[in-house]
């Protein structure tokens, strides 16, 4: 298989109140391409913020960063936030939906980026919400939806322009234990039958079981990988 | 769904906030079109312009003053001047105050003469001179009020009570008159009746004078030797034509024009600001979608345009339901304002303009939102939701 994700020394350092805090010290990281890679350790060690730099949203300090053959550490706004657009697909703990737009419309809006017709977008986002078996609830706006239902179909937004990268930050953190399980069976589908590449920050051991690999981060650095 | 739908759904985020914001606006540019139209009518366009062969003698300080009638011999002796009436500004109410109609007290032979766009059957005229309290209208003046000849006008004064202290003038209608070239609601009765019952202070007063001249090309010339001869008499003149005169008039009711500018710049000074506090108070909720918008690739760019349009987009359909309604209205008031005021309209610059300001005001309301918008980062408005 090949490389999808090269981390090398990356380090990620914020100013705060005129101190430096080095949130990350040295990441050295490779993912393979159809990998389901678990992130766990304890609260402020640095999952978020190494995610956030693998999806493109935020640059490094230093070090470099490889998805796919492309660096990621010197590009422009404007060419990192097309990269996202093409490459990766986001899940967040709080969903992170539009309340305004019905969940066909949430999962179109990364096609608007695309030059695809609006037939087109319409048909990609009814098959993106057939995959997380949601298509009967299209025309609900997030509020009128279950938890688990709009983690769905925010997984459907982030399928929806077929990123090889999915990155998850804790997505089953604010969901109870069974609807959980059906949100990792799915990611775990995803991952066997749609060749999805998984990076998935999460605190639950029981979440961590559904990946083939797991990475313990303590005080801004990779510990140990744990053996599934 | 389109950049534009997301834009529009946006909108309507908060149903009741969008809507009253959108009141506000509307109500700002259907005041700005009347207000507009208003003005427009006082600068001199809606006011009716007739022969340049006549003259305007009104007191040179106020129209409030008045002329002595021995000035009229003077006049006539003024060379170049064929001929000289005198009218005054009667006031009065009838039945209701908001039956507004000028009625002017005036030489029936001469008034006739010096209009001769009044026009009116030399039956009428005779029964007119011959009868002291007559009075003659204008004909769809007389229609409105559905007059007959012979009726009894009863005007109850404002200005000019009568010597008696009565107020109550009554005037028979002895014919009425039509113009040739547009309605021109009034009443005219007899100058000799006015002054002999007037209350002591209105007798032998004129409002102003009209002036024939003998010819046109030289009013600026007789203008200026009328005020000459009157300047160090008691009752100095400003001699004008006619449609100086009526611009004049109207600037004495009040700078209009002005005052409308006013109301104008304070209403969109608090639209502005209102619809500022909304947007960026309604922006505030939506920084974690916003970041969300830029995880899914969107650039700061497109979010700022997206946050700009919205505010541009609520401008503009307030101010295009305000201008519509302003038609509305339009339609339903400007009859009863045209004998007053002249044409009540919009010109296509009063709504070209209308709709610049409300992408104007978009722009303004949309720029703070717009610059934080685009520069939020990712990383720190997800962490802060
Ligand atoms: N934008 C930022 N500015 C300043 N400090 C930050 C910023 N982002 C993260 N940090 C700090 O970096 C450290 C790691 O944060 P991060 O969110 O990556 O932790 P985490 O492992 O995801 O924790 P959790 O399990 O609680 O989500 C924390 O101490 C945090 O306060
Ligand atoms: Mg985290």
Redesign the pocket.
């Known amino acids: 298989m090949s490389q999808l994700v090269s981390c090398r020394d990356v380090t990620k350092s914020?100013i705060?109140a005129k101190e430096q805090?080095d949130?990350l010290t040295g990441i050295n990281l490779d993912i393979e391409e159809g990998d389901f890679l678990a992130l766990m350790?304890?609260?402020?060690?640095?999952?978020?913020?190494?995610?956030?730099l693998i999806g493109g949203l935020d640059q490094p300090s230093s070090g470099s960063i490889e998805v796919g053959g492309v660096g990621l550490q010197d590009m422009s706004e404007r060419a990192l936030a097309k990269w996202r657009s093409e490459n990766v697909g986001f899940i967040f703990q709080f969903y992170n939906l539009l309340p305004v737009l019905n969940a066909q419309r949430n999962v179109e809006l990364p096609l608007l980026l695309t030059r695809l017709s609006r037939a087109q977008r319409q048909k990609n986002a009814q098959i993106a919400l057939e995959i997380v078996g949601l298509e009967d609830r299209a025309k609900h706006k997030p509020g009128e939806l279950s938890g688990g239902q709009q983690q769905r179909v925010a997984i459907a937004r982030a399928l929806v322009a077929d990123p090889k990268l999915l990155v998850c930050?804790?997505p089953t953190g604010d969901l109870d234990r069974e609807t959980a399980d059906e949100i990792l069976n799915l990611l775990e589908v995803l991952n066997r039958d749609h060749g999805k590449t998984i990076i998935m920050?999460t605190?639950d051991p029981k979440a961590a079981a559904h990946a083939q690999t797991t990475w313990q981060?303590d005080k801004?650095k990779l510990v140990a990988e744990v053996p599934a | 769904m389109s950049l534009f739908g997301l834009m529009w759904a946006n909108l309507f985020r908060k149903r009741t906030r969008t809507v009253l914001t959108l009141l506000s606006v509307t109500v700002a540019f259907l005041l700005f079109m009347l207000l507009q139209a208003v003005s427009a009518a006082f600068d001199g366009g809606g006011v009716n312009v007739v022969g340049v062969d006549r003259l305007i003698s009104s007191p040179k300080y106020s129209i409030v003053d008045s002329l002595p009638i021995s000035q009229k011999q003077q006049l006539l002796a003024v060379e170049g001047v064929s001929a000289v009436t005198q009218q005054q500004w009667f006031g009065g109410v009838y039945q209701d105050p908001k039956n507004f109609f000028p009625k002017y007290p005036v030489e029936p032979r001469e008034f006739f003469a010096m209009y001769p766009e009044f026009r009116i059957s030399p039956e009428q005229l005779d029964a007119f001179v011959r009868t002291r309290t007559g009075a003659v209208a204008e004909q769809t003046l007389a229609e409105q009020y559905g007059w007959r000849i012979g009726d009894i006008i009863p005007i109850q004064a404002d200005i000019w009570p009568k010597e008696s202290g009565e107020r109550l003038w009554e005037f028979e209608l002895v014919g009425t008159f039509v113009n040739a070239d547009q309605r021109s609601p009034l009443l005219v009765f007899q100058y000799e009746y006015f002054t002999e019952a007037v209350e002591s202070y209105g007798k032998d007063q004129v409002g102003w004078w009209t002036v024939r001249l003998d010819d046109p090309e030289r009013a600026q010339e007789i203008a200026a030797s009328i005020d000459v001869l009157f300047e160090n008499s008691l009752n100095p003149t400003r001699t004008a034509t006619e449609d100086e005169f009526a611009r004049q008039f109207a600037k004495q009711l009040g700078d209009i024009g002005f005052i409308a500018t006013i109301i104008i710049a304070a209403v969109f000074f608090t639209i502005v600001l209102l619809t500022g506090n909304t947007m960026s108070q309604a922006l505030r909720e939506r920084i974690p979608e916003l970041a969300v918008l830029k995880t899914l690739g969107f650039t700061d760019a497109t979010v700022s345009l997206l946050v700009l349009g919205e505010a541009i987009l609520l401008c503009l359909v307030g101010g295009l339901i305000g201008i519509g309604l302003a038609f509305g209205v339009r339609a339903a008031i400007a009859p009863a304002l045209e004998g007053f005021i002249g044409a009540f309209d919009f010109t296509g610059a009063t709504v070209a303009t209308a709709i610049a300001l409300s992408l104007g005001i978009g722009l303004i309301i949309g720029l703070i939102p717009a610059l934080t918008a685009r520069r939020l980062t990712i990383?720190?408005a997800l962490?802060e939701r």
Not at chain 1, 45 to 50: E, H, I, V
């Open positions: 914020y705060r805090v949130v350790g304890p609260s402020g060690s640095g999952k978020t913020t190494l995610l956030n930050d804790e920050v605190h981060m801004g | 990383v720190d962490r």
